[in-house]
């Protein structure tokens, strides 16, 4: 059924129902027009068995824990590759020192 349109239920002991399709809204709407029929006891939470044993789930990091975890992954990684760098940089420099000063002792 349309909005605006007229409904007529086919079944006879249901045609004294105020209305043809109520949507998502209408549990909502009911137990705030009867309070009285909410339940009294709050619901059970749900926890998996297998064999009577209690299934536990791992604490699986969010999107943004994890985008976050990856970041500091690259980072840490350009870090060493940096250090590495400049290490290689520091012995090149000082082989060429060492270089430069046994060809000064040697002479021409």
């Known amino acids: 059924p349309n909005c ?4 007529h239920i086919r079944v006879r002991h249901a045609s004294t129902i105020d209305g043809a399709y109520y949507g998502r809204s209408f ?4 137990l705030l027009r009867y309070p009285h029929l909410q339940p009294k006891s709050q619901p059970v939470q749900f926890t998996p068995t297998l ?8 604490e699986l990091p969010t999107a943004d ?4 975890a990856e970041a500091e ?10 250090e590495k760098e400049q290490a290689e940089h520091e012995k090149r420099e000082e082989e060429a020192r060492v270089e430069a000063e046994k060809a000064l002792e040697h002479g021409p």
């Open 4 to 7: 605006k349109d007229i409904y």
């Open 51 to 58: 064999f009577g044993f209690d299934v536990k789930y791992p």
């Open 65 to 68: 824990e994890y985008a976050q």
């Open 27 to 30: 549990p909502h709407c009911f």
């Open 73 to 82: 992954k690259a980072e840490r990684e350009r870090r060493a590759k940096e």
